[in-house]
């Protein structure tokens, strides 16, 4: 298992760890800043640096509960002890992105009561599909205008912990489909944009929605009867 310190605190950017396995250019360690892809996020990029040698970090995955760090090298050694540094740049716009969505997700239903069905994301850019048959007229202009106001009103964005049935009783997380992750997680991160969205998700987010930057719908899309794709854009 390794110890996933993004958890935690999104916004560590420097660590020690120690080197646990090694297969070829595939490395864990004990403890990880490097957030695996997952759950529509990418993954990090980085640096891993031993007292030989400096490490890019190309990849990064999960696997039975350890976090596989694919490097460009094929050097590194079990136990060794190492400085790992995020691309902090690339972290912090996937945070701002990632914490968009979720901005864009409560203001959806909030104003329609519609579910989220799918997304996807890299830094400063994403695509999220609603359950919408069909968009609502002015749609892009007036989710637009609602997103822009939540994020200039500086909202705190809060992490906890609930036990599993604790959560699946959250009418408010039912929506986010808490009842699909495994029987085998008994303790739910939640995710809340106080006072407008509450979600499992186990990404990294900036601490006030005022981080996020200016928020944009490029375009509208249909998937499908039931399935229309939102993409968006940030500005600084």
């Known amino acids: 298992m390794t110890d996933l310190l993004f958890l935690e605190d999104a916004y560590l950017k420097k660590t020690t760890?120690?080197?646990?396995?090694?297969?070829?250019?595939?490395?864990?360690?004990?403890?990880?800043?490097?957030?695996?892809?997952?759950?529509?996020?990418?993954?990090?990029?980085?640096?891993?640096?031993?007292?030989?040698?400096?490490?890019?970090?190309?990849?990064?995955?999960?696997?039975?509960?350890?976090?596989?760090?694919?490097?460009?090298?094929?050097?590194?050694?079990?136990?060794?002890?190492?400085?790992?540094?995020?691309?902090?740049?690339?972290?912090?716009?996937?945070?701002?992105?990632?914490?968009?969505?979720?901005?864009?997700?409560?203001?959806?239903?909030?104003?329609?009561?519609?579910?989220?069905?799918?997304?996807?994301?890299?830094?400063?850019?994403?695509?999220?599909?609603?359950?919408?048959?069909?968009?609502?007229?002015?749609?892009?202009?007036?989710?637009?205008d609602i997103v822009n106001t939540e994020i200039k009103a500086s909202r705190p964005i809060q992490i906890s912990y609930l036990d599993r049935p604790e959560a699946l009783a959250d009418h408010h997380l039912i929506r986010t489909k808490v009842n699909l992750i495994p029987d085998s997680v008994t303790t739910i991160r939640v995710v809340d944009i106080v006072g407008l969205d509450k979600q499992a998700d186990g990404g990294t987010h900036v601490a006030n929605t005022s981080d996020v930057g200016r928020f944009e719908i490029t375009k509208t899309e249909s998937k499908g009867k039931g399935n229309k794709r939102v993409r968006i854009v940030l500005h600084n």
């Open 17 to 144: 760890s120690t080197v646990t396995a090694v297969d070829g250019d595939l490395v864990t360690l004990d403890r990880t800043l490097f957030y695996p892809t997952g759950g529509g996020q990418p993954h990090d990029l980085g640096t891993i640096v031993s007292s030989e040698a400096t490490y890019n970090v190309i990849d990064v995955f999960k696997n039975e509960g350890a976090v596989w760090h694919k490097v460009d090298r094929t050097d590194m050694e079990v136990g060794q002890t190492v400085a790992s540094e995020l691309d902090w740049e690339r972290r912090h716009r996937l945070m701002r992105t990632h914490t968009a969505l979720h901005i864009l997700c409560g203001v959806i239903w909030n104003e329609y009561g519609v579910f989220v069905t799918g997304g996807n994301m890299e830094p400063l850019r994403a695509r999220m599909d609603f359950a919408f048959d069909p968009l609502p007229n002015n749609f892009a202009e007036h989710i637009t």
